[in-house]
């Protein structure tokens, strides 16, 4: 058996990982809002018209914020259609996904509805059709305390209590040619920015995020976020990433490399950041926003049939499989271990549409593949992340060479006395006799090792089969050896070991 080793340090190296990293993302797009969290009529509808199946399933997910209401949709929303009695609201065209928008839900109902997920509203704001203005008007309404026309209307809509909104997108991925009124970095730059200042005057409490390119691969990747940042970088705490991944050559040994791929990105933009904070002679830091990530592959062809103005059509409903969740297993991984400069991050999206969760219009909801990896990083992942020294044998892929078949990342939680190793063998073939020399820890005792091995790569879950690919909770039992221990970690699998050290 092929053999591999991981060291991991106490002390000295840890990188306190912000919550948020947890994030999610909730856009008016196919069935995300509608017959996902909000279905009037359904069997386990609330008073509010929410699911409560979905809320039970969010819940558990411990997702700490929420960006909405989009993504694409945003650059066309008028946010003034989601707010008020619902008999006066518009159904207007939606010419981000070609649908028909109701307006039924608006921040008013998420901001209840996130109520009830205990989560926070990270919102995002119209820089492509609208601008300062709407933005401004948007913040007096959610943040001010009243006494103001914004402010008054959200007390006259009945909440006495200002949102207090602390999150805001400055528009989204305003460099792509499919978004409605993209622009130029330095048209782009120069609106953000001057919405920023307005923004913090009302509310110097705010933190905002600027756009960065829509993924690695656009051609102005690079300098959109230099000339940006040139333009914000007074303004504004974070810029945003956003990456997708996909196996669209059935390519499994590339397809599980991809965190890499996004590893690389995430340095790229930090050195673009420090870069910009060197040139200015500054002491401000400007960290990520890694505001949409999963797997989008599934649905990209088929999804081009469907009709246009309708409302709510099943769109980007990616059914994900075993190897799709071993993937966001590595890209959490990856995540982590940039705990010190992405602050943010959002698994794109929640429910429906490439997300965890997902409805069936008469029946219950769902966990997809990919839920349990987030699931246990969201339980697991909070406190510091400490590096691990790996040594692993490598692969030759066609997209990569010497790509490691093992990837880790610890996290220790003081409060708890806790210690986590997210761990992913991305052989598809091999076992791997690991030894993990953990001496820097006085006490350890294993907790459970919870463990996704032995599918189909291609294997899902689906409403009439939803245990179909689910991890299985092992009691931890390591071989110890002067306080080494050992493990074999299966080929194709994603691990978590919790130790506690108490
Ligand atoms: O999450 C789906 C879409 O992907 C978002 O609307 C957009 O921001 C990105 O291109």
Known sequence: MKQASARIERSGMGMPIDNRLYGSFIEHLGRAVYGGIYQPGHPSADKNGFRTDVIDLVRQLRVPIIRYPGGNFVSGYNWEDGVGPKENRPTRLDLAWFTKETNEVGMQEFAQWLEEVDSELMMAINLGTRGADEARNLLEYSNHKGGTYYSDLRISHGHKD???????????????????????????????????????????????????????????????????????????????????????????????ASNLVMD???????????????????????????????????????????????????????IYTFEDALLVGGLLITLIKHADRVKIACLAQLVNVIAPIM??????????????????????????????????????????????YLDAVSV?????????????????????????????????????????????????????????????RLPLHLVQKGGIFSLVVKKASWNVLRFSTL
């Open 162 to 256: 200002p949102y207090n909104i602390k999150t805001w997108c400055l528009g989204n991925e305003m460099d792509g040619p499919w978004q409605i009124c993209s622009k130029t970095a330095h048209e782009y730059g120069r609106l953000a920015a001057e919405t920023a200042k307005l923004m913090k005057w009302i509310d110097p409490s705010i933190e905002l995020v600027a756009c960065g390119s829509s993924n690695s691969k656009m051609p102005t990747f690079g300098k959109w976020e230099s000339t940006v940042l040139d333009l914000t970088y007074d303004h504004v705490e974070y810029i945003s990433l956003h990456e997708y991944y996909g196996n669209f050559d059935n390519d499994t040994p590339s397809y599980l």
């Open 264 to 318: 690389n990105f995430i340095k790229s933009v930090v050195n673009i950041c420090d870069a910009e904070k060197a040139k200015r002679h500054s002491n401000k830091q400007i960290n990520l926003s890694f505001d949409e990530w999963n797997v989008w592959f599934h649905t990209k062809e088929s999804d081009k049939k469907i009709e246009h103005w309708i409302e709510a059509p099943h769109r980007l409903e990616d």
């Open 359 to 404: 409805t069936e219009e008469k029946e219950g909801a769902w966990m997809q593949s990919i839920y349990h990896p987030f699931l246990h990083a969201s339980l697991y992942g909070r406190g510091e992340s400490l590096p691990v020294q790996l040594s692993s044998p490598t692969y030759d892929c066609k997209k990569m060479e010497q790509v490691p």
């Open 412 to 472: 220790f939680n003081e409060e708890q006395q806790e210690l986590t190793i997210f761990l992913l063998n991305r052989s598809l073939d091999e076992d791997l006799e690991t030894s993990f020399d953990l001496r820097s820890f006085e006490k350890l005792k294993g907790i459970e090792h919870i463990v996704m091995e032995g599918f189909p790569l291609k294997a899902v879950n689906s409403f009439a089969n939803p245990h179909a690919v689910e991890p299985k």
